[in-house]
T-cell receptor, first 115, second 114 residues
Framework: KAGVTQTPRYLIKTRGQQVTLSCSPI?????VSWYQQTPGQGLQFLFE???????NKGNFPGRFSGRQFSNSRSEMNVSTLELGDSALYLC??????????????FGPGTRLLVL | AQSVTQLDSQVPVFEEAPVELRCNYS??????LFWYVQYPNQGLQLLLK??????LVKGINGFEAEFNKSQTSFHLRKPSVHISDTAEYFC????????????FGRGTSLIVHP
């Protein structure tokens, strides 16, 4: 069974641009969560999608958005990039939901550098 | 609001020695507790989780953790570490029930020396 895949793996953007990251969950998984990992702030929860609906959201500005498609693939978008958005963005999937009961499986992440 | 404190940023230990990685949390509601491991240049992997029931939780790779409600702690232990256990370990907490909104600790770097 293929694991969680994230594309691209590495990305370089400049301030003010926007970026879209993609996550393909494990086959049969309907929940996709996104996380940001930085040296300064550590690991932070961005949001969770389940059956194409955002179910939970962390404390991030509106520049961070996402969506989920009918095949459970998810995209995350960051608009008007800032230097502080440089981070490793991790995606995780689980079967029915990330309500703590279901185990999440993480992808390798997309490393974004904003110049 | 929740918070997680991992008391040690780095823990050096010799191979085959026991290790304990400490985690304390603060929350106004009941919580689920988790330990994750992150190997270099990889995503996170769940080691174990406490949802309810027995306070001693066994996970993968020989790790276990004990939930202590009175001390609001969830320390991770392994009786004998291997070189391959060298990694970053994260403790996390989430409100129990429907909403999964995890809060992570800053991580503990476990360094196993031969």
């Amino acid at each position: 069974k293929a694991g969680v895949t994230q594309t691209p793996r590495y990305l370089i953007k400049t301030r003010g641009q926007q970026v879209t990251l993609s996550c393909s969950p494990i086959s049969g998984h309907r929940s996709v969560s996104w996380y940001q990992q930085t040296p300064g702030q550590g690991l932070q929860f961005l949001f969770e999608y389940f059956s194409e609906t955002q179910r939970n959201k962390g404390n991030f500005p509106g520049r961070f958005s996402g969506r989920q498609f009918s095949n459970s693939r998810s995209e995350m978008n960051v608009s008007t990039l800032e230097l502080g958005d440089s981070a490793l963005y991790l995606c995780a999937s689980s079967k029915e939901g990330a309500g703590g009961v279901e185990t999440q499986y993480f992808g390798p992440g997309t490393r974004l550098l904003v110049l | 609001a929740q918070s997680v404190t991992q008391l040690d940023s780095q823990v050096p230990v010799f191979e085959e020695a026991p290790v304990e990685l400490r985690c304390n949390y603060s929350s106004s509601v009941s919580v689920y507790l988790f330990w994750y491991v992150q190997y270099p240049n990889q995503g996170l992997q769940l080691l174990l989780k406490y949802l309810s029931g027995s306070t001693l939780v066994k996970g993968i790779n020989g790790f276990e953790a004990e939930f202590n409600k009175s001390q609001t702690s969830f320390h991770l232990r392994k009786p004998s570490v291997h070189i391959s256990d060298t990694a970053e370990y994260f403790c996390a907490v989430s409100p129990s029930g429907g909403s999964y909104i995890p809060t992570f600790g800053r991580g503990t770097s476990l360094i196993v020396h031969p």
